[in-house]
């Protein structure tokens, strides 16, 4: 074992020794290390695209909502919309790398990262539209300061869900970094210039002394654990209760029990939609084609379209259910969403989002990493505007009732909301500082889980020798007692999680105290993964 | 000389100057009706607009509009549309809000009672237009409200089990109080082992 191994395998814990990649520890810190060509134009561009909501944000302070396309008829509209899809978008990158570090989906390890990055740059600017929708900044000490508090109020308990949630995503994000802070901390010794020494800095207070000894490892996996359960039902918590802003008020469109689900599907489609956009610029700007490979692409494709196809069909349902209820005000709603006034926003929804992904995935020939990115990308954008699709029309339903008028509902004007520079400015303000923030975030941390996976390569190359074994092929260095049908053969062991969930990995061929008894059917075998303080994976 | 002479006592000369009495007579006749309309406007009604505030049992402010301008003929003052708006600065503009409309007496009166949601300075608004949609007449006045209706005045009556909506929020509260502390005690506790200074080698 070399001194590296052997310094990796002290990291790490295990027995099993890590095997460095120069390489991938060489492309994971390139954002960090080197500055793109084009790296400072884009962050100008975007910069410059921010500085322009920032002043729109000011005009309509000092001259009123009115300037927003805002109108007694039109009260909600797009800064709503934005909060919804923004918040909503964020759940995708922390739920799907949750959902792949408990199911011990192997392949997610070059995705992670990237994933929880996008989620913890979207939620903040998400939230901040909490700002421009109240109008007056001022507001917003009510919301925080607690003597104002009204535990009626939905925008209250939207605040506790999201501000919880932005603290579950930080956690998230920052725990899996741990084991990386010493390699990247080893990359920017020695280098000069203030962000190299604020890199230093940062290592440092974040945790740059891990080791990866065994209590640490154990401490970081049952940490990592409980997040990634925790964050699942916090995500869909939290877009239930935004959903009740609408859902608890007494206006055709919004007070619908179908809507919790509804947005938190909807968040979910948008939010995987978003990291496969992300991860795709990513790999063609960093070039990380090497490690992100398009069938990751194509698996997030599939997770894609079961999201989509559920969301569509919940709209169906949604519209059927209240278009043929009898109700006067629902149907009124429902015609101008369908053929009415709304028909553009609402069909484009239906083919950008609903149909064309789906097709995508269905024909072989488009199944494919540009045939995921593209529609993903249509993804983004249609769920946004379907998030205009839910949130105006029923605003500009004229409900003013009057006894006097025949069923109690008064045959008014629809309103209009009227886009104005204002709230695009801010919107697209928005959007760049996803981008903008991505940019900076990793030009501080590494933009692959370098340790995670390390130790997923490792692990491949050793079932990979394992394999050879079985075929009687002994692989170097591999010990006898791995031949195969030896007793405490890795091929052998049964289907289960690795022998702790939690504990180091033994070498293979040597049963873990406690762990499951081997000799179990030859199939389970490769699909355990190993204890790594990723949970292992499944290829 | 001779020559304007011999134009002006020719027959296109003549031609000439019978069109341009007859422009300008056309233009005369179009400024007739305008003098016309601008005369109905003077005739048309005035408006006077009154405000008071109430503490009965709700805090309400009567708005009284009476028409006048057109006391000869009552027949015209009575069953006219006024609709009464109050001036609001959540939108740009300084728009109204319609608050809603009264009917005039035969003495040309016409009453709103109206329940503010808000204390402070208002304008209050009355207006009547034609058929058309054209005003015709409208008054102004400012009065400062000094109570106000809560607006959850209903909701509050209308939600269900209220003793178990507050144990809800109780149960609520200490979920999120829970997981704050859960995710806070992680995060240190990773940070202080990570952080946690090498061991020396034995």
């Known amino acids: ?539 | 000389m001779r020559a304007v002479a011999r134009m002006v006592g020719t027959r296109r000369m003549r031609s000439l100057g019978l069109a341009l009495a007859v422009i300008l007579g056309g233009t005369a006749g179009a400024v007739v009706p305008l003098a016309t309309a601008a005369g109905a406007s003077g005739s048309s009604p005035s408006m006077t607009l009154r405000a008071t505030g109430t503490q009965a049992r709700v805090p309400s402010v009567v708005l009284v509009a009476r028409l006048g301008g057109r006391a000869s003929s009552p027949a015209t003052q009575a069953g006219v549309s006024v609709t009464f708006s109050v001036g609001v600065d959540e939108f740009a503009g300084r728009p109204r809000l319609l608050l809603g409309s009264g009917t005039t007496d035969a003495a040309g009166v016409a009453r709103f009672v109206y329940h503010p949601t808000w204390t402070g300075r208002q304008d209050f608004v009355a207006s009547v237009t034609d058929a058309t949609g054209t005003l015709v007449a409208q008054a102004t006045t400012t009065f400062v409200v000094t109570a106000a209706v809560p607006p959850t005045l209903s909701a509050e009556a209308t939600r269900p089990d209220g003793t178990l909506g507050r144990y809800v929020v109780g149960v609520l509260l200490a979920i999120l109080v829970l997981l704050w502390i859960v995710l806070v005690t992680v995060l240190v506790r990773v940070h202080r082992v990570a952080g946690r200074q090498p061991r020396q080698a034995a």
């Open chain 1, 1 to 539: 074992m070399s001194d590296q191994q052997a310094s990796d395998a002290a990291r790490t814990g295990s027995d099993v020794p890590v095997r460095p990649r120069e390489n991938l520890r060489t492309v994971a810190m390139r954002p960090v290390l080197e500055t793109p060509r084009w790296w400072w134009p884009a962050v100008s561009v975007l910069g410059a695209i921010v500085v322009l909501g920032i002043v729109a944000w000011a005009v309509q302070v000092a001259d009123g909502l009115g300037v927003a396309g805002y109108n007694d008829q039109a009260f909600w509209a797009i800064y709503e919309a934005n909060l919804v899809a923004f918040i909503g978008v964020s759940y995708g990158g922390a739920v799907v790398s949750a959902i792949l570090r408990i199911t011990k989906a192997g392949w997610r390890a070059p995705l992670t990262r990237i994933a929880e990055a996008t989620a913890l740059v979207t939620l903040p600017v998400g939230m901040l539209f909490i700002v421009p929708h109240l109008g007056s900044p001022q507001r917003i000490w009510e919301l925080v300061w607690p003597p104002y508090w009204n535990l009626s109020s939905p925008i209250l308990w939207d605040f506790f869900a999201v501000s919880t949630y932005l603290l579950a995503t930080i956690v998230f994000f920052y725990l899996p970094l741990v084991p990386d802070l010493p390699i990247a901390a080893a990359r920017v010794q020695g280098r000069e210039g203030v962000r190299m020494r604020a890199c230093r800095v940062l290592y440092r207070a974040l945790g740059g002394s891990w080791e990866g000894r065994a209590s640490q490892r154990r401490l970081l996996e049952g940490a990592i654990g409980l997040v990634a359960i925790m964050i699942i039902p916090m995500a869909v918590s939290v877009h239930s209760v935004l959903s009740f802003a609408f859902a608890s008020s007494s206006r055709a469109g919004y007070l619908e029990t179908i809507l919790p689900v509804y947005f938190v599907v909807a968040a979910l489609y948008s939010g995987i939609a978003l990291v496969v956009v992300a991860i795709a610029a990513a790999r063609r700007l960093f070039h990380l084609e090497a490690y992100i490979h398009p069938r990751h692409f194509v698996r997030l494709g599939f997770i894609l379209v079961a999201l989509g196809a559920v969301y569509l069909y919940l709209t169906f349902t949604e519209y059927l259910v209240d278009g043929y209820s009898g109700t006067a005000d629902l149907a009124a709603w429902v015609h101008q969403v369908v053929v009415g006034r709304y028909w553009i926003p609402f069909w484009f929804y239906f083919l950008a989002a609903g149909v064309v992904p789906l097709v995508l995935m269905a024909v072989r020939r488009t199944r494919t990493m540009a045939g995921v990115v593209a529609g993903s990308s249509l993804v983004v954008v249609a769920m946004w505007v379907k998030r205009l699709v839910i949130v105006i029309p029923p605003a500009t339903e004229p409900l003013v009732r009057s006894p006097l008028a025949a069923g109690g509902v008064l045959a008014g004007d629809w309103g209009t909301y009227r886009f104005t520079w204002v709230p695009i400015s801010i919107t697209l303000a928005a959007t760049a500082a996803i981008p903008l923030l991505l940019l900076v975030l990793f030009r501080f941390v590494p933009i692959l889980p370098v340790t995670e996976m390390e130790e997923m390569e490792t692990y491949e190359e050793e079932i990979a020798e394992a394999v050879e074994i079985t075929a009687g092929v002994p692989a170097p260095g591999i010990p006898a007692s791995l031949a195969r049908g030896a007793p405490g053969a890795y091929v052998n062991r049964p289907l289960g999680p690795p022998a702790s969930a939690f504990a180091p990995a033994p070498p293979l061929g040597h049963p873990a105290p406690g762990g499951p008894p081997l000799g179990g059917p030859i199939a389970g075998g490769p699909l355990d993964g190993p204890a790594t303080p990723f949970g292992g994976g499944q290829r």
